[in-house]
């Protein structure tokens, strides 16, 4: 199957052939055709898996064949006019005719660079992001455009709604992307609201890495006789990424295997993960220190000093990227080969995402997890998730002390007595010499003592 095939609008075509793709991926290839005739769609797709094109080429496609417009202005228009006659500029509310919802700034600022790509020859098609992090007087001057295109965050969508300045009364599609996720960040009450704003005889696509529970009640409630596409591949089962543990016995035994581990001449840029935003700054500058060209990435750095790492990141500038799971999703450089978890992610879910940054677009890559012995049972969980073994793997000069590195053989489970729970023999205090005992946390956590930085994202 190709593009030409599936009889996308000329100019789409074009923009694809220019950017060099030839063959649909598998949910390209089934969902494009259901949303070109009009289709709801319902789509579990993994990421990586090309989900922005499902969606957004046949927007672009059914916004391309829409005659322009003659007799309608624009904001910036009406303003200029009312101008002319000596008359005070009235403010007039955008009325996009789609709209994208994304849980991150990161995936939001994607999908619109993806939406350029693909309709750079759609003139009259413009694409904005609304989202929180950006002044408020830019975000202005964008809604003036009048966009056909909106990607926005719920959050910083709903202030313009209530405040007049988004009309969705025209709204033709609505996606929802990564639903999954927008819903494990609390947004539902937001999104329940914006939906409530648009016309129901749009046309909805909500994609998810899982459309159970919470999401599928959600997707039953907002789609009419969707298609279903669930979409299990090689992508989704990250083939192509080898994945290994290394445990560890603490901080500073982490801290040494990361460092050694990072001056592997093979990787080109990696990313790290940590739990806290303060941690990812203390690594990043560490790691500077260190001679890596390193930087940070988190949920309390501003919008303009986001952009200008993930640009850094894109143009080689730097190697190393330590980041929450902020940068989990919405980041898309193909120069990443490695992914390193400096700390586990609280759910399954969100190690298949975090990995997912590296292997894009069929390459090949590989995921370390650095786990304190007492974190076995997350590791677990995420086998069980991903239905794949992860293996234990030890490096000669950085071998754990503690005799829980080889009990992942069969029969072992946290607190057998080899690196469990309190009062079993094989247990290691964390404390500091001379201070009394720290009690037993959930995992990593307790390595980290009195720090008190619970700060996540």
């Known amino acids: 199957m190709t593009f030409e095939s599936l009889g996308l609008h000329p100019l789409v075509l074009k923009a694809l052939n220019d950017a060099g793709y030839t063959e649909p991926t598998p949910v390209q290839q089934q969902a494009l055709p259901a949303a070109i005739a009009g289709r709801d769609l319902l789509v579990s797709s993994q990421t ?184 299990a591949s090689a992508a989704t089962r990250h083939e192509n990424i080898q994945q290994r543990v290394h445990f560890v016995d603490d901080l500073s035994h982490k801290n040494r295997l990361l460092d050694h581990l990072l001056r592997d001449t093979n990787i080109d840029q990696a990313v790290v993960f940590t739990a806290t935003k303060r941690d990812a700054d203390t690594i990043a500058d560490r790691l500077t220190i260190a001679g890596f060209a390193a930087a940070a990435l988190h949920g309390d750095m501003h919008q303009g000093a986001r952009n200008r790492t993930l640009n850094s990141l894109r143009r080689g500038q730097v190697r190393v990227l330590v ?33 997912g940054r590296t292997g894009r677009a069929g390459r090949n890559g590989i995921a370390v997890s650095l786990v304190n012995h007492a974190e076995g049972v997350h590791v677990k969980r995420i086998e069980r998730f991903t239905k794949q073994p992860i293996p234990v793997d030890v ?39 001379g201070g009394a005992p720290r009690k037993e946390g959930s995992g990593y956590r307790s390595e980290r003592g009195s720090r008190g930085d619970t700060r996540r994202g």
Do not use: C
Not at 414 to 423: A, E, I, M, N, S
């Open 48 to 231: 990586g898996s090309g989900k922005t094109a499902a969606f957004m080429l046949p927007s672009l496609h059914k916004l391309a064949n829409v005659p322009a417009e003659s007799t309608g202005k624009t904001p910036n228009q009406a303003a200029q006019s009312a101008r002319s006659r000596g008359e005070r500029p009235r403010f007039m509310p955008a009325r996009p005719k789609m709209l994208v919802l994304t849980p991150t700034r990161e995936l939001a600022l994607q999908v619109t660079t993806a939406t350029d790509k693909y309709g750079v020859h759609v003139r009259r098609v413009k694409a904005v992001s609304i989202l929180g992090g950006m002044p408020y007087p830019k975000q202005m001057q964008l809604l003036a455009r009048n966009p056909e295109i909106l990607v926005a965050t719920p959050g910083r969508l709903i202030d313009h709604m209530e405040s007049g300045k988004i009309d969705f009364s025209a709204l033709e599609i609505l996606v929802l992307d990564e639903a999954d996720r927008m819903l494990d960040m609390g947004f539902i009450d937001d999104i329940e609201r914006i939906i409530s704003k648009t016309p129901e005889t749009r046309q909805t696509m909500l994609f998810s890495a899982t459309l159970d529970g919470m999401v599928g009640n959600m997707a039953r409630r907002i789609t009419k006789d969707p298609q279903l596409i669930q979409i």
């Open 323 to 355: 980041a929450t799971d902020v940068a989990a999703r919405g980041i898309d450089v193909p120069g990443i080969t490695h992914v390193f978890n400096y700390d586990l992610p609280k759910f399954p879910e969100d190690y298949v995402h975090r990995i």
């Open 395 to 433: 490096i000669e000069g950085y071998e754990p002390k503690k005799t829980a590195a080889p009990a992942r053989r069969p029969g072992w489970r946290p607190g057998d007595g080899r690196g469990g729970k309190p009062g079993k023999p094989g247990q290691r205090s964390f404390a500091k010499p």
